[in-house]
């Protein structure tokens, strides 16, 4: 097994800043989610080789990434970073590439030249050009969008993806609202047609650091089948627990939008999967999209909700050898028993095999493993 290594790079240029010991290292990665990773950084002699350390320390301006041979298990910008009581161990907070997204504004670029400090008025059917970004086409052509924008405002190390152009969607993007580009790439994502999302870390030509922006079409799958036998020796797969919260479920979601002068704007959507099956009707709400004005979109969210919510809500833990490059979003098929099992064998809630799709990738350097969460594929998808 390839040695973990750890690596910090300038978060404005890329460029390779140096090499890290670590005593402990772990990561994380969600499906269109920013991901995160933490490192504790003894005091020895590797270190104190290092002239100076503070490169390796800017939050929001360092990133980390940890290399495995040719594979960059994780990277991302550094966030927090900590000295302990005894003041010979560092203790780093690391986020996801999409991370520095939390600290860029949705501001069209125009409002750079033309900004000034005082009283503005804002006209909603008709706002002043600068306070408003629109963008149209595919959501890769929307979230594209929003990226090269804040891009103009500063440079970040991303690779933007081929626009697709065309007319399939339109957003406005209020500059007054002052939400930060991630919150707006994640509220596209969670669409009842929503893409998933991802920056995938690689090394360019020149040895710099880059996130290539990609977006799914909805689904991003590296690997379309992972194919494991937990049965088969040597094959490095473990089953592990199978949780099941009903929390989220949900036949009937309510979503209240934004509000002007005495109106508020509702959307309401029905699932059938649990009712057709025996349950009650259960019920849900949502009013976190208080800035959605748009009726279409408040009843994509509401749809999403059903999605998610009307349906198994059964999660399965695996293990598989780190030597297995899995991302977030491949499909595996798992061997759970042999066939025709007898009633000893026969596992007490799955079937001889299952189809899933990995939600989750956890590792920690002090292992051979990673540690994934999965839920049930439908058969119908």
């Not at 990226?147 to 007319?167: C, S």
């Not at 992972?226 to 919260?245: E, S, V």
């Not at 939008?257 to 699932?271: M, P, Y």
């Not at 095999?353 to 540690?371: G, P, R």
Request: aromatic share 6%.
């Amino acid at each position: 097994m390839e040695q973990i290594t750890l690596h910090a790079y300038n978060g404005l240029t890329g460029q390779h800043i140096g090499r890290l010991p670590y005593t402990a290292l772990s990561a994380q990665d969600s499906i269109s989610d920013e991901g995160s990773m933490s490192a504790t950084i003894p005091d020895c002699k590797q270190l104190r080789l290092i002239p100076d350390l503070d490169p390796y320390l800017h939050d929001w301006g360092t990133i980390y990434a940890a290399h495995m041979g040719e594979r960059i298990l994780h990277a991302g910008y550094l966030t927090s970073h900590s000295l302990n009581d005894t003041r010979d161990e560092l203790n780093l907070t690391i986020g996801g590439g999409f991370t520095i997204l939390n600290k860029r504004k949705v501001l069209n670029i125009a409002l750079r030249d033309s900004w000034r400090d005082g009283e503005v008025l804002i006209d909603e059917d008709h706002p002043p050009k600068a306070w408003r970004l629109t963008a149209t086409g595919t959501y890769r052509d929307l979230i594209r969008a929003l990226i090269a924008e804040t891009m103009k405002w500063g440079d970040l190390p991303f690779v933007l993806p081929d626009v697709e152009g065309g007319t399939a969607h339109e957003r406005n993007w209020d500059g007054w609202q002052f939400t930060s580009t991630w919150d707006e790439i994640s509220d596209i994502a969670d669409l009842e047609d929503g893409p998933e999302i991802r920056a995938d870390p690689l090394i360019d030509t020149e040895g710099r650091l880059r996130f290539q922006v990609r977006v799914g079409t909805p689904e991003i799958i590296d690997q379309p089948y992972w194919t494991w036998n937990r049965l088969a020796p040597g094959q490095r797969a473990i089953l592990d627990a199978t949780d099941c919260d009903g929390g989220g479920l949900t036949g009937q979601h309510y979503m209240v939008g934004g509000r002007s002068d005495d109106k508020t704007l509702v959307a309401k959507a029905d699932g059938h999967e649990l009712t057709d099956h025996g349950w009650p009707l259960l019920q849900s709400s949502d009013s976190s999209h208080s800035t959605v004005t748009v009726l279409k979109t408040l009843q994509s969210y509401a749809r999403a909700a059903i999605l998610l919510g009307d349906t198994d809500q059964s999660t399965h833990g695996l293990r598989v050898g780190l030597e297995h490059d899995v991302h977030v979003g491949d499909h595996a098929r798992l061997r759970v028993t042999h066939s025709n099992p007898d009633t000893n064998e026969r596992d007490l809630l799955l079937d001889e095999t299952i189809d899933l799709k990995i939600t989750d990738v956890k590792w920690d350097a002090a292992s051979e493993w990673l540690t994934l969460q999965t839920r049930p594929i439908k058969e119908s998808a």
